[in-house]
């Protein structure tokens, strides 16, 4: 659909909440990787508005009212494994209660009144997690004849920093549409991933070793999807903004306009 206007004649940037990727980040005001997602949001046409992982959850809720969208980020932590009923792995990160919790009241309240989410890595696994699903906790132990993920899994003397891989997606679905060639490269900085799919979430990308890398919502038409890949540190890549760009798009369709013709969130 194209873009809501205001009285100038200027597309709305629909405000697109991104939590805060650790409790520890937000504590010391270290920004530099969460500026990747700011910075591929406004590119895309949104603005991104920081979310606190520390606000009471009174202060939470009535902020996510004010916001049309959702960016939940990747993370050095992992997700709570007893939030799927299994032990914490001795490969396991460690963990961030307040990430967790906010990343839920995100999706509590994004579902409920059909905003749309971006979810990212550590994102989308809590996507998986909080659908019922669970995770593979160390690919690297649990699945040894996989491929690299991420720079834990580089070779002694390789250089730090996101390896590639190749990927595969389901045509017709969302991501295989935005990419339309059905196959291509990722970047890849993890080492979990999805195992069993949660409830309502279908898997619409494979990495060449069958590693999980994307799933879509079909609970219903709400733009959900999630991606175990980092587009926002693709700047330049046509199918990483494509991504972002029709995550904006739904994020302003979720705007409305009062009688005077004034911008109004349907929440």
Not at 91 to 99: F, G, Q, S, T
Not at 116 to 122: K, R
Not at 211 to 228: A, K, L
Request: hydrophobic share 35%; net charge negative; charged share 25%.
């Amino acid at each position: 659909m194209p873009p809501a206007e205001t009285s100038g004649k200027q597309p709305v940037r629909p405000r697109v909440g991104i939590p805060w990727r650790t409790s520890q980040e937000e504590q010391e005001g270290s920004r530099q990787k969460l500026d990747y997602y700011f910075q591929a949001v406004r590119k895309a046409g949104g603005e991104p508005v920081e979310v606190s992982l520390r606000q009471p959850s009174t202060i939470l809720r009535e902020q996510l009212n004010g916001l049309d969208g959702f960016v939940l980020p990747g993370s050095p932590a992992d997700v709570d494994p007893a939030r799927y009923g299994a032990p914490k792995h001795k490969k396991a990160n460690e963990l961030d209660e307040n990430r967790d919790a906010t990343d839920i009241a995100i999706l509590d309240h994004a579902i409920h009144e059909a905003k749309p989410v971006l979810a990212i890595c550590y994102g989308c696994q809590l996507l998986n997690v909080y659908l019922q699903g669970t995770l593979i906790q160390d690919i690297r132990s649990e699945r040894p004849a996989s491929g690299p993920h991420g720079s834990t899994d580089l070779p002694p003397g390789a250089v730090k920093g996101d390896v590639e891989h190749g990927a595969a997606f389901l045509p017709g679905s969302r991501l295989g549409t935005l990419n339309g060639a059905g196959q291509g490269t990722i970047n890849s900085s993890h080492h979990q991933a999805i195992d069993q799919p949660g409830k309502n979430l279908r898997v619409t990308a494979k990495a060449t070793d069958g590693t999980i890398e994307g799933v879509e919502w079909n609970g219903d038409s709400n733009w959900i999807v999630g991606v175990q890949w980092h587009p926002e540190r693709m700047a330049g890549d046509p199918f990483a903004e494509r991504l972002f760009a029709d995550f904006v798009a739904a994020a302003r369709a979720h705007l409305s306009r009062d009688a005077h013709g004034a911008v109004v969130r349907k929440a």
